[in-house]
């Protein structure tokens, strides 16, 4: 195996690790520090709160996660002349927003000083992979057009077999060097991402639905216990005395 075949099959699970590895430790370090949770939330809207930022990434990982879980449905939309202008409009479009966007911010972080060298640090390699992510898919859009129908049967199906675990790395390193560079840099940026401000909505995505699974436990539990008493066969026996 090649070196570059090795970074195909083993760098996505790598970065995969390291996202859910930081994320559960920044979730350990403050779940029973609410106040600690929402000043941090709050600092991280100051910097990725943006809202051109939040809609065209909506749009991009809505698109991306359409390609992957409904490949047939997209691959027929694409192969209609009106379907296909209009994909790879959108696209363009939300990656340019997002272009724009990234460097706005990136610009910003270098005026702003902080406190935690570490996280600002952090910040901003996370923006400048992103930053790499967009505008390596813009070029790709623009230089290899039509990405909405070679995709499907290249990167969809590589991305599957990662999720199979079986990464099928010929098809990624077949492709050019600027559409490896788009999904190298994606994965990186998935690395790093615990270690930023952004990763803060993660947390509390995860702190909100382990506090929905307890309430949901705690209920159950309560009305199991009512069950129970109700129908405890001991009250058959040995009814209470008034």
Not at 114 to 127: A, G, K, P
Not at 161 to 177: C, F, W
């Amino acid at each position: 195996m090649t070196e570059n075949s090795s970074l195909f099959a083993l760098w996505p699970y790598v970065a995969t690790a390291l996202l859910i590895t930081g994320i559960l430790i920044r979730y350990l370090l403050v779940s029973r520090q609410p106040s600690v949770l929402a000043a941090e939330v709050a600092d991280a809207k100051s910097v990725f709160g943006g809202r051109l930022f939040r809609v065209s990434m909506a749009v991009l990982i809505a698109g991306h996660l359409a390609g992957l879980l409904f490949p047939h449905a997209v691959l027929s939309l694409s192969t209609s002349a009106a379907g296909l202008y209009v994909l790879e409009g959108l696209a363009f479009i939300a990656g340019s927003a997002g272009v724009a966007s990234s460097a706005v911010m990136i610009w910003r972080r270098l005026e702003r000083s902080s406190q935690s060298r570490v996280t600002e640090l952090s910040d901003m390699l996370f923006l400048g992979l992103f930053f790499t992510v967009l505008a390596s898919g813009l070029l790709v859009a623009v230089l290899y057009r039509w990405g909405s129908l070679w995709g499907e049967v290249t990167l969809v199906p590589y991305m599957i077999s990662l999720l199979r675990g079986q990464p099928a790395v010929q098809l990624a390193t077949q492709l050019p060097a600027l559409v490896q560079l788009h999904v190298l840099a994606t994965f990186a940026a998935i690395a790093v991402l615990p270690l930023t401000r952004l990763s803060t909505f993660l947390v509390a995505v995860l702190q909100r639905c382990a506090m929905l699974i307890t309430q949901q436990l705690r209920a159950a539990s309560n009305a199991f216990a009512e069950w129970s008493n109700r129908h405890n066969p001991g009250s058959w026996f040995w009814p209470d005395e008034d």
